[in-house]
């Protein structure tokens, strides 16, 4: 229950950026688009994805769901190589927002730009660690190393399946042509405004 509260707060947020921006639709127009005509609402159409992937990816980078990440306790006193000392009992996170907004890390990162992983992605031959579930020391949406979300990849597949659909289906806009929601912030968690109303046109 808690893994599919989880999905549908990121499904919101996306939901809000992709209406603020109804002119950015990963379509079939080039490469990592959706094309459902040669394999159809299959698992390796959503492979070929890349764009929605990139914008999934942004879409966390920018306006993820919290602040910190990897969240533990010290069961016991423990010192890191260079000399920081964890007392037992303490516990320590990972500043995921601060690092994901970090001009040192992301070009602009004050900017949300869609389609940033899918063009780094072609810039460098495809390369896979910049798909939206793979993992870093500067991307910890999804955590990192050994202890890294086991779920993100069925959890990437029903978002792009979820946001392919809409895409494809319908024209989005946020009521009143209004500025994209802001998070409401409580501790660590960031929520995606539940009071906003996002207006949706079926395609004719």
């Keep these: 229950m808690l893994q599919q509260?989880?999905?549908?707060?990121?499904?919101?947020?996306?939901?809000?950026?992709?209406?603020?921006?109804?002119?950015?639709?990963?379509?079939?127009?080039?490469?990592?688009?959706?094309?459902?005509?040669?394999?159809?609402?299959?698992?390796?159409?959503?492979?070929?994805?890349?764009?929605?992937?990139?914008?999934?990816?942004?879409?966390?980078?920018?306006?993820?769901?919290?602040?910190?990440?990897?969240?533990?306790k010290a069961l016991k006193d423990f010192t890191f190589s260079d000399g920081t000392f964890i007392p037992k009992g303490t516990s320590i996170v990972s500043p995921s927002r601060c690092l994901h907004l970090d001009d040192e890390y992301y070009d602009d990162a004050l900017v949300f730009n869609p389609f940033r992983f899918s063009r780094l992605r072609d810039e460098q031959g495809g390369d896979a660690k910049h798909q939206y579930v793979s993992t870093s020391p500067i991307y910890l949406s999804f955590g990192h190393g050994k202890h890294a979300c086991p779920g993100r990849f069925f959890a990437a597949n029903e978002l792009k399946s979820m946001l392919a659909h809409v895409v494809v289906t319908y024209d989005v806009k946020l009521e009143d042509n209004k500025p994209r929601p802001q998070g409401l912030k409580m501790g660590f968690d960031i929520a995606a405004d539940p009071f906003a109303s996002i207006l949706f046109r079926k395609r004719v």
């Design 5 to 72: 509260f989880r999905r549908a707060r990121i499904a919101l947020l996306k939901h809000y950026s992709l209406s603020r921006k109804p002119s950015i639709h990963p379509t079939s127009s080039g490469r990592g688009g959706i094309d459902r005509r040669k394999r159809g609402w299959s698992k390796a159409s959503l492979q070929m994805m890349h764009k929605i992937d990139s914008f999934l990816k942004e879409c966390q980078r920018f306006a993820g769901i919290g602040a910190v990440s990897l969240m533990r």
